[in-house]
């Protein structure tokens, strides 16, 4: 399978504890795009990279946030201290560079609830 | 802000019939409008795009109809059939920059 694959795709924990989310990117891209997604509403934008470099970052991104992609390649976002607000779906999508086909190609996801 | 504001925001039609999804924007700055569909438990999934240089665009039975000056685009869905029963998001962006999508249109299609 060579598409986008998020690990793990489903994660329940307890408020207060952190939780980490691994994206592994289809290879060729070197953008990589995470999202949130709450129940009944579309993709929120979160952060993303071109290869190692996170050129942007949203203002839904606290500082309990944080993403990295070390090596441009796969790329993990941690929450600290989860809070019940947290519980979504997290997407991780990947694209080639801008002038190209501006598609973004979108994991399963990877599914937080904090109880 | 919602940048990208979508109706409605579910629906239902009968087989063979043509549902509209509508969206609208503010940011003069975008230009790139794709729509994606989402299944239950999967990943958003890209359906069809357009760039403002056109009007309309159509791939298989889904046609974007875009209307620049009114900072407006739906989608359209020919002969719809049970299996196109999904959500659907439309979304904007300008060159170099992240999609912001909208709240999404449920569609079910009865047989």
């Known amino acids: 399978d060579t598409g986008v694959s998020q690990d793990p795709r489903h994660k329940i924990t307890k408020r207060g504890q952190n939780v980490t989310f691994r994206c592994d990117p289809i290879s060729e891209h070197n953008r990589l795009y995470w999202y949130r997604q709450t129940l009944g509403q579309g993709p929120e934008f979160l952060t993303y990279f071109q290869n190692e470099a996170q050129l942007e970052k949203s203002r839904l991104l606290s500082d309990r946030f944080s993403a990295e992609r070390p090596k441009g390649s796969f790329s993990t976002l941690e929450i600290q201290r989860t809070e019940q607000g947290d519980s979504a779906m997290y997407l991780c999508?990947?694209?080639?560079?801008?002038?190209?086909?501006?598609?973004?190609?979108f994991g399963e996801g990877s599914r937080l609830t904090v109880l | 802000q919602q940048q990208v504001k979508q109706s409605p925001q579910s629906l239902i039609v009968q087989k063979g019939g043509i549902p509209i999804i509508n969206c609208a924007y503010e940011?003069?700055?975008?230009?790139?409008f794709p729509w994606y569909q989402q299944f239950p438990g999967k990943g958003p999934a890209l359906l069809i795009a357009i760039r403002p240089d056109v009007s309309e665009k159509k791939e298989g039975r889904f046609t974007i109809s875009f209307n620049k000056s009114a900072k407006q685009f739906s989608l359209h869905i020919m002969d719809s059939q049970p299996g196109d029963s999904a959500t659907y998001f439309c979304?904007?962006?300008?060159?170099?920059?992240?999609?912001?999508f909208g709240k999404g249109t449920s569609l079910l299609v009865t047989p």
């Open positions: 940011n003069t700055a975008f230009d790139y």
């Open positions: 979304a904007a962006s300008n060159s170099g920059y992240a999609l912001n």
């Open positions: 999508a990947s694209s080639f560079p801008t002038g190209r086909t501006g598609e973004l190609f």
